[in-house]
């Protein structure tokens, strides 16, 4: 095999197969384990990122398994793929960084690191597989590891909302299986290169737009992600700010963005559902008083903007979507890790008992401002380029009302935001013994995070070029 | 390096270099910012006498490059920035009011390179990326300045107000790309877009609104008041009154003569908002008893008056806006700075406090005047000038109206200085101040300048109306006749009337005041209707902010969280609710009794076999 195929191969089979060698590395010491699962995670993004070179070079790695009756196992790197992936582990890996310290206090950790590779794993199976079916099956391990991580605390509640979460994204994704099923009988594979360029019925498109929904958590499926706030901060982080909720929309990419050409009202559909749910969920975020349910909701209002950018229907938007899910994963992972360190040090989620937490937390609070000036789309950060493009695309898609219902997005986004910053870093202490700042290896991820995201505003240059070459090369139907 | 990039790369990368330092040093950061500063203003100096040039690298994708032009406005403004950056880096020398010196330096050195990236910038985006970027530094300049609540609320208020409307800059910027097929602003202008149809007018507005919006005019301005008690004299003469004004009052010429051609309409709409926040401001600055919140207001009520003149549409018009806009920075910082070492001197800027200083601070004392003059718009001072081309302007447009409200708010700007100087630098001298002595070199030097500029462009108005007003619009493509020249014709003598009314007005307040100059305001201020106006004002019924923020917000964001409470209703409660009902339902026929199975057996044959008859029986 050529070394990308390799590559290709070993990104999915060793995270899915190590995963399952960590409860033994588990027996032989905590060290070992946490090393374990730490490099799991960075050789994983070492080997999607070495596909790069491959996919800008305007080739392609693919690699396939033959199984009867058109439905091949086939793993393919292209720009879009690869692109994601790079994303998804990279964050991955710092998150698994971070919690070497955050999740030494609790138990279960065997358990936690497993299901987070676990989780990692599938997410590249699921972006690599270029076969709907493999893409469904990927799909529902990634459901059933963020099953278990949700449900990382045992109580009875959060048993509950990890149910919630489950039922709500395995019912999207039955949907989904029925439209894959439409498609398989309608075309006879489901190789998605295959499918390239073709048309696709509307009730297909709905099923699997059902799916997508569910799981990046769109209006009307939105509530399960605050909800699923219970989890351990880094799970959140992990699952519901930089990768399991783009998975919903890395789908719509790949199957709506670069496979079918999706028809216009159905694209007109989908603006609109978006901009409700940025809407809905940005007032919901200005009236919660838990952190980590604002920054959930924080997250579906801008998954909505990723939709607009997609649907818009040209080449201005798609990439700027790209970018935005570029952005996005950095900025929000770092705002959830952030919360993280609050919750630990403060003991609450209350943002009304907080306050004043800059003078004791100089670090974490800046890393804070960072990742929300980013994900405000403020320049000189990475968001501002992305929200600029996704912007820009509605515009020429010419729909007044759907440019406004995201102004106003934006507009909530600010306040959000602002709102939030300035209960927990400012205002008065409310009797609170001001906490000390997060270990050092917690507050080095967070400000990781933060400056990436200032380092890719000022060299916006190379991922704005790799997203606008992706569009031109794989984009289809757009103006 | 490209000389163009001079006044945008080093006051930046002074600035990093600055968070670098330790806070203890003693004057290396400050002598480093000035070294900065002077060296942009000589960069800036040179492009400003060199020919037009042009950069360009290529930046987000293949369609938008990040384009910098050197034409003669961008230079023009350019110069305006450096100049008034090198002055405040020098005057905060040995201030100690003004927060950290690392992050004041800092703030000061970004928001410079940011402001000189707008100047100079062709490209929409590449001048809505610095334009933004100068958000971040508005914020921490104002929460760093004093460590109180109230500095951290007015920041947080002020970067609402401008991201807010920077977002709407973002919209108009987006839809005029589209619309024109590019975002390079040079190119637009050979072409220019017509207030046509919905989507150009929209885009239109949208540009407005975050121009004056920058440049502080009602309904936007309700932060810079706040800034004046909760924020620093020096911030307070670099962004409110120069910077901001410098930028939006730029971008909205830019985008009402060069981008787009604009009718009738948009002109009235543009004079109504100029003539509307002349007046506005001026009466609520007239009634303030603190030093520098009477001058915040004034700096609202000077942007009118600017945007009063581009809104004519006609040459002496936007000479006017243009000249006025230098000039009122150039006073308005001035006077500030003044705020700022009274404030140093005699620990205080409430009007009542103070008194008599003239003979103990004689040079600020003589700043003061020189640019109270100005801004008065006393001749031959450059105030009158400029003021004047405007008066000309707006008759010319025939809507006399117009004039007449900036008539009233020069009888106001007039009266209140005559109460701010007497209250301050004149009258009898309160006790505690009897040992105040003059504010150091280094705050004076750069006020004498500023001051000293209010005199030279009024003696020699003709000097920077060739130098720079005329060839920025011969930069816009206005044709143009010769603009400089003073006559002693009607306008004059209209604004010696107006001297005089004020002078009486002062009269009459001083002596209903008691013979208090802080209280020859009093008379106005309790008037009937004006005194309700004004409680009313003071409680911030006015402040489309605080109402905003008070009723809109909680009202809109409660009805959009009923609606996620129940869709939450409708994917959580509804369907698990469903669920046990039914299977509730039907476990209550799971009870092991076999007759009831068998009854339910035979119900359901027959049913089915009556359904299959039904469709054309069993086959």
Same mark, same amino acid.
């Given at each position: 095999m050529d070394l990308p195929i390799q590559m290709l191969t070993t990104a999915v089979a060793v995270p899915v197969f190590g995963a399952f060698l960590i409860p033994l590395a588990g027996r032989v010491s905590t060290t070992a384990r946490n090393a374990f699962a730490v490099l799991l995670g960075l050789f994983t993004f070492v080997a999607a990122a070495s596909l790069f070179s491959t996919v800008t070079g305007g080739e392609t790695a693919d690699y396939a398994l033959s199984f009867p009756l058109g439905l091949d196992f086939i793993l393919s790197a292209d720009m879009l793929s690869v692109f994601m992936a790079s994303i998804s582990a990279f964050v991955s890996a710092i998150i698994l960084i971070y919690s070497l310290d955050y999740i030494s206090h609790y138990e279960n950790q065997t358990e936690y690191y497993t299901m987070v590779v676990l989780f990692l794993g599938s997410m590249m199976g699921l972006v690599f597989s270029a076969s709907l079916l493999w893409m469904y099956v990927f799909w529902e391990m990634t459901g059933f590891a963020s099953w278990r991580l949700v449900g990382f605390f045992r109580s009875d509640r959060d048993v509950a909302k990890a149910n919630k979460t489950i039922l709500v994204t395995v019912f999207g994704a039955l949907c989904m299986l029925i439209g894959i099923v439409m498609i398989y009988f309608d075309y006879g594979t489901l190789d998605l290169r295959a499918l390239h360029g073709q048309s696709i019925s509307y009730a297909a498109a709905a099923l699997i737009l059902t799916g997508i929904l569910a799981k990046s958590a769109t209006l009307p499926f939105s509530t399960w992600l605050p909800d699923a706030g219970v989890a351990p901060s880094t799970v959140t982080a992990l699952l519901h700010a930089a990768v399991l909720v783009k998975i919903g929309v890395y789908a719509y990419a790949r199957i709506f963005g670069v496979t079918f050409a999706a028809p216009d009202g159905f694209s007109n559909a989908v603006l609109y559902l978006a901009g409700a749910s940025a809407l809905v969920s940005a007032g919901a975020a200005l009236i919660e008083t838990d952190i980590k349910r604002i920054i959930a909701y924080s997250t579906v209002s801008q998954i909505a903007f990723i939709f607009l950018g997609l649907a818009s229907g040209n080449r201005t938007a798609f990439a700027g979507a790209l970018l935005y899910i570029l952005m996005h994963s950095v900025a929000k992972g770092g705002l959830f890790l952030c919360a993280g360190i609050i919750e630990q040090n403060t003991h609450t989620k209350d943002i009304n008992k907080m306050g004043g937490l800059f003078s004791s937390m100089p670090v974490t609070g800046t890393a804070f401002a960072l990742c929300s000036l980013s994900v405000m789309g403020? &320049? &000189?950060?990475?968001g501002f380029f992305s929200k600029f493009l996704v912007f820009s695309g509605a515009a020429q898609n010419g729909s007044l009302p759907v440019l406004l219902m995201f102004l106003a997005g934006a507009v909530m986004t600010l306040l959000y935001l602002v709102r939030l910053f300035y209960k927990i870093f400012l205002g008065d202490p409310a009797g609170h013994k001001s906490p000390r700042e997060g270990s050092y290896t917690m507050v080095a991820s967070v400000m990781a995070l933060a400056l990436i995201g200032l380092a890719l505003g000022a060299l916006i240059y190379y991922p704005s070029a790799y997203t606008e070459l992706l569009t031109a090369n794989l984009g289809v139907n757009l103006q | 390096m490209n000389l163009i990039l001079i006044p945008i790369v080093l006051p930046l990368v002074s600035a990093f270099a600055l968070l670098c330092m330790s806070e203890r040093t003693k004057y290396l950061k400050e002598v480093l910012a000035v070294g900065a500063a002077l060296v942009s203003l000589l960069a800036a100096a040179n492009i400003f006498l060199l020919p037009p040039t042009a950069l360009s690298y290529s930046w987000l994708g293949s369609g938008i490059s990040f384009t910098l032009k050197t034409d003669n406005l961008s230079a023009f403004l350019l110069l305006a920035v450096s100049l008034f950056s090198a002055a405040i880096s020098v005057y905060s020398f040995s201030l100690p009011a003004k927060g950290p010196a690392k992050w004041f330096l800092f703030n000061l050195l970004m928001t410079q390179a940011f402001a000189a990236g707008v100047a100079l910038a062709d490209n929409m985006v590449a001048m809505l990326f610095f334009w933004e970027g100068l958000l971040v530094f508005l914020y921490t300049f104002i929460a760093l300045s004093q460590p109180t609540h109230a500095a951290k609320r007015t920041a947080m208020k002020a970067f609402l107000i401008n991201a807010v409307t920077d977002l709407c800059l973002l919209a108009g910027v987006v839809i005029t790309g589209y619309i024109a097929g590019t975002f390079s602003m040079s190119e637009i202008s050979h072409n220019k877009l017509t207030l046509d149809y919905s989507w150009s007018i929209f885009a239109y507005v949208l540009l407005l609104v975050g121009a004056v919006s920058k440049a502080g005019a009602f309904p936007f301005h309700t932060w810079i008041p706040d800034a004046a008690t909760d924020s620093s004299a020096p911030f307070m003469a670099y962004v409110p009154a120069a910077i901001d004004k410098l930028l939006g009052i730029y971008f909205l010429t830019r985008a009402s003569v060069y981008l787009f051609a604009l009718d009738g309409k948009m002109q009235l709409v543009l004079m109504t908002l100029g003539a509307v926040t002349i007046l506005v401001a001026v009466m609520m600055a007239f009634v303030q008893k603190d030093y520098k919140r009477l001058l915040s207001y004034h700096a609202v009520s000077q942007t009118g008056y600017m945007i009063l003149g581009i809104g004519t549409l006609n040459p002496i018009g936007i000479a006017g806006g243009l000249f006025h806009m230098i000039n009122n920075a150039v006073f308005k910082s001035c006077l500030f700075m003044t705020a700022g070492a009274v404030e140093r001197q005699t620990g205080t800027n409430d009007l009542s406090k103070l008194g008599g200083l003239f003979r103990s601070m004689p040079v600020t004392g003589v700043c003061f005047l020189i640019a109270a003059v100005s801004i008065s718009g006393i001749a031959p001072l450059n105030g009158f000038f400029s003021k004047e081309l405007i008066y000309k302007g707006t008759l010319e447009t025939g809507y006399k109206v117009f004039f007449l409200a900036a008539e009233i708010g020069s009888f106001l700007t007039l009266a209140s200085f005559l109460k701010l100087g007497h209250a301050a630098f004149f009258g009898k001298r309160p006790e505690n101040l009897k040992e105040t002595k003059e504010a150091p070199f280094s705050m004076l030097l750069p006020m004498l300048a500023l001051a000293g500029i209010c005199a030279a462009f009024g003696f020699g108005a003709r000097l920077p109306l060739e130098w720079f007003i005329s060839p920025s619009l011969t930069a816009l493509n206005i044709q143009h006749g010769v603009l400089s020249g003073f006559h002693p014709d009607k306008l004059y003598f209209i604004s010696v009337i107006v001297i005089l009314a004020a002078v009486i007005n002062h009269m009459v307040g001083l002596s209903a005041g008691g013979g208090k100059a802080c209280k020859a305001s009093d008379h106005i201020h309790y008037a009937p209707v004006l005194k309700e106006t004004y409680a009313l004002a003071e409680r911030r019924a006015f402040d489309l902010y605080e109402q905003t923020m008070d009723h809109a917000v909680p009202f809109a964001s409660k009805l959009l969280y009923r609606a996620d409470r129940f869709l939450d209703w409708a994917t959580d409660t509804l369907p698990s609710g469903a669920a046990g009902f039914f299977s509730g339902a039907f476990s209550r026929f799971h009870n092991g009794s076999y007759p009831l199975y068998m009854a339910l057996t035979l119900a359901g044959t027959v049913i089915y076999i009556l359904l299959a008859a039904s469709n054309g029986g069993l086959r």
């Open positions: 403020i &320049p &000189p950060f990475g | -």
